[in-house]
């Protein structure tokens, strides 16, 4: 089953099951963060590292490669600069 969310707007498509950090890379974006040394995205892959944290339905900090996307969520990139 395919799954809809939108980041900063942007309508991006995924399947059921997958991550955030998932339905990112699936459609192309490799970085989403701005950190004070550059851009972030996917680093440890397992909840560690933080690289890769939004904004998700209001609720900051949370990791994308943690979180499964869900049908409809809304997401907003963080910068951390
Ligand atoms: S990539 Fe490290 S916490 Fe998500």
Do not use: K, P, Y
């Not at 939108?6 to 970085?31: K, P, W, Y």
Request: glycine share 18%; charged share 25%.
């Amino acid at each position: 089953m395919s799954i809809s969310i939108r980041v900063d707007g942007v309508e991006l498509s995924g399947r059921d099951g997958q991550t955030i950090a998932g339905v990112l890379l699936g459609n192309g974006q490799r970085t989403w963060r701005d950190a004070h040394d550059g851009r972030r995205g996917i680093f440890c892959g397992i909840g560690v590292c933080q690289d890769c944290v939004l904004t998700v339905n209001g609720v900051e900090g949370v990791r994308a490669c943690q979180r499964t996307a869900a049908d409809g969520d809304v997401i907003e990139r963080e910068g951390r600069a």
